[in-house]
T-cell receptor
């Protein structure tokens, strides 16, 4: 099983450029989420989805856009990259239920110059 | 407000020393609790989890954690650390049926000296 797959692993962008971070899972999980990890701040939720066609904002959604057209994929779009978006991004998925654990991808290290 | 607080930002231990990392949370309602570990340059791996039942949970690599509901705490322990335990440790919480919405603590960096 591949689990949660993120691409690319590394990316350098110039300020103002746009890009899409890809996330795919093969576990048929309903929940998918995007987090960013910054030193001393842990992981913070950007956006999440409880199923295809349903998304909602997390703690730090500004500057990011998501959509969920299939159960498997949950791409994260940066519309106009800013240096403040330099971070490590993790995608996660989990099944529905009262108590479930999240499975994380390998992460994407993004640098905006 | 929902939050998770980890008491120590950086802990330095010698091999064979005992470890305890503190975690307190603020969350309304029934919670699920997790400890994740991130080895240098790698992604997050689940160390252990508490859903219900016995408040003392055992995880991988000899780690355990105790849920104390009255103190809103979920501290991580290991009797004897090894150099290979050098990593960053994250405490996290979510509510029932909130699988996609984890709230993380700031992380504790553990350095184990050989």
């Amino acid at each position: 099983n591949a689990g949660v797959t993120q691409t690319p692993k590394f990316q350098v962008l110039k300020t103002g450029q746009s890009m899409t971070l890809q996330c795919a899972q093969d576990m048929n999980h309903e929940y998918m989420s995007w987090y960013r990890q910054d030193p001393g701040m842990g992981l913070r939720l950007i956006h999440y989805s409880v199923g295809a066609g349903i998304t909602d904002q997390g703690e730090v959604p500004n500057g990011y856009n998501v959509s969920r057209s299939t159960t498997e994929d949950f791409p994260l779009r940066l519309l106009s990259a800013a240096p403040s978006q330099t971070s490590v991004y993790f995608c996660a998925s989990s099944s529905t239920g009262e108590s479930t654990e999240a499975f994380f991808g390998q992460g994407t290290r993004l640098t905006v110059v | 407000a929902q939050s998770v607080s980890q008491h120590n930002h950086h802990v330095i231990l010698s091999e064979a020393a005992s470890l305890e990392l503190g975690c307190n949370y603020s969350y309304g309602g029934t919670v699920n609790l997790f400890w994740y570990v991130q080895y240098p340059g790698q992604h997050l791996q689940l160390l252990l989890k508490y859903f219900s039942g016995d408040p003392l949970v055992k995880g991988i690599k000899g780690f355990e954690a105790e849920f104390i509901k009255s103190k809103f705490s979920f501290n991580l322990r290991k009797p004897s650390v090894q150099w290979s335990d050098t990593a960053e440790y994250f405490c996290a919480v979510n509510g029932y049926n909130q699988g996609g919405k984890l709230i993380f603590g700031q992380g504790t960096e553990l350095s184990v000296k050989p």
